[in-house]
T-cell receptor
């Protein structure tokens, strides 16, 4: 029972490079989310997708883009990475019946 | 916008003792849900307990219980008989009700240390 799978687990980028974080869930959930976690800041919502075909900005969307490829997959793209984007990124999903969020294991991204 | 405040950046407790982690929130909604998540050093986010705002009874899960004070907008987590495996970051989180999909709002977390 995989749940929410994120790849990669770790990544180091140079300033200005681009990359895509992948997320897939096998629980047939409608809604998916991308959060970032920084020390002393808790988790902050970057983007979310309420259902296949829709995406919306969260609290901290600047510098990111997302794609809800299908019901299972929700990717996060950094077009031109900046040191301020050094963080741990979490993908999560849930049904729209107010069930708890299910989280992936996170991606630690370092931008030098 | 909703906000969640955890006023204790760090707490320490002796093994087998009881500890209470504080959380307050601000919302104008009447229908909402509250959660406590645990994050051990493995980085995994683990649901500890949830509370529906319309329920007056406080939620419990084994050694974990909450004190939900709706009028005061307070949602504290009590851990009884603390164990070494309880050492982790604990996050309080809020979600508005009505089937919305705009995610959880998290507090900044409390680092819980268990002294053997």
């Amino acid at each position: 029972n995989a749940g929410v799978t994120q790849t990669p687990k770790f990544q180091v980028l140079k300033t200005g490079q681009s990359m895509t974080l992948q997320c897939a869930q096998d629980m047939n959930h409608n809604s998916m989310y991308w959060y970032r976690q920084d020390p002393g800041m808790g988790l902050r919502l970057i983007y979310y997708s309420a259902s296949e075909g829709t995406t919306d900005k969260g609290e901290v969307p600047n510098g990111y883009n997302v794609s809800r490829l299908n019901k299972r997959e929700f990717s996060l793209r950094l077009e031109s990475a900046a040191p301020s984007q050094t963080s741990v990124y979490f993908c999560a999903s849930h049904d729209r019946n107010n069930s708890p969020l299910h989280f992936g294991n996170g991606t630690r991204l370092t931008v030098t | 916008a909703q906000t969640v405040t955890q006023s204790q950046p760090e707490m320490s407790v002796q093994e087998a003792e009881t500890v209470t982690l504080s959380c307050t929130y601000d919302t104008s909604e009447s229908d909402y849900y509250l959660f406590w998540y645990k994050q051990p050093p493995s980085r995994q986010m683990i649901l500890v307990i949830r509370q529906e705002a319309y329920k007056q009874q406080n939620a419990t899960e084994n050694r974990f219980s909450v004190n939900f004070q709706k009028a005061a907008k307070s949602f504290s987590l009590k851990i009884s008989d603390s164990q070494l495996g309880d050492a982790a970051m604990y996050f309080c989180a809020y979600r508005r009700g009505g089937g919305g999909a705009d995610g959880l709002t998290f507090g900044k977390g409390t680092h819980l240390i268990i002294q053997p």
